[in-house]
């Protein structure tokens, strides 16, 4: 009988210098590019929230939504048959790809989206009127917090903002008992607060203007 040929083990091939080298730099340059993204998301996002009715955790919503269509549409359209990016979610891993797509994806479009929202904002006004209600009990007030009031039949009472009041225009509030809102419409629909002032009547009549608490003094 012949004996069975015995075969060497195929030696594995280690990455070379000049591999390690091109893999580094993708992930250099798309970590550059997460970061960016992040940044110049939450500059935007400071920037442009205040403008906005809009809430906190719908900001994060607009962000986690924004990563997930990178996630799943943009970027896996850029890196069909790109084998830099292929080698790239190899590396790092699904996971922490994922996060960096909506961590720096998702900051960057809710940054632009508030953005172009203000910037192509309408110019009608859309005011709203309303009667100056009791003191809102739960809030305390006091020199530095000033004073909450609710306002009748407000469309928007959990905008606490708009019905917060400093002490020194207690006086003008409730001696004109009607408060009026202005805003103006964003170019995505998102409302955009243009002001607010204590009038006479239902009509708007002897307009003068409340900042909101911390604005104008």
């Not at 893999?23 to 500059?43: E, H, Q």
């Not at 009031?149 to 207690?170: G, K, T």
Request: charged share 20%.
């Amino acid at each position: 009988m012949s004996q069975p040929i015995k075969r060497n083990p195929v030696p594995k091939r280690r990455p070379t210098k000049q591999t390690i080298k091109k893999s580094s730099k993708v992930f250099d340059f798309y970590m550059g590019v997460s970061g960016f993204g992040v940044l110049a998301g939450i500059i935007a996002i400071v920037i442009f929230f205040p403008f906005h009715v809009i809430t906190v955790p719908t900001i994060f919503k607009m962000v986690f939504a924004c990563g997930l269509i990178t996630n799943v549409v943009l970027l896996p359209i850029v890196l069909r048959k790109n084998q830099k990016g292929i080698r790239l979610i190899s590396e790092i891993g699904i996971p922490f790809y994922a996060i960096l797509n909506i961590i720096g994806g998702g900051s960057f479009i809710t940054g632009l989206i508030l953005l172009l929202n203000f910037a192509g904002k309408s110019q009608e006004i859309n005011t709203e009127i309303y009667a100056l209600g009791e003191r809102d009990k739960n809030y305390n007030a006091g020199t530095y917090n000033g004073i909450v009031y609710h306002l009748q039949d407000n469309f928007r009472p959990e905008e606490v903002d708009f019905r917060w009041f400093n002490i020194q225009d207690n006086y003008k509030i409730l001696k004109k008992k009607f408060i009026q809102l202005d805003f103006k419409d964003g170019l995505f629909g998102i409302e955009i607060f243009k002001g607010r002032g204590a009038v006479s009547d239902i009509k708007g009549s002897n307009y003068e203007i409340i900042p909101l608490l911390g604005d104008g003094y």
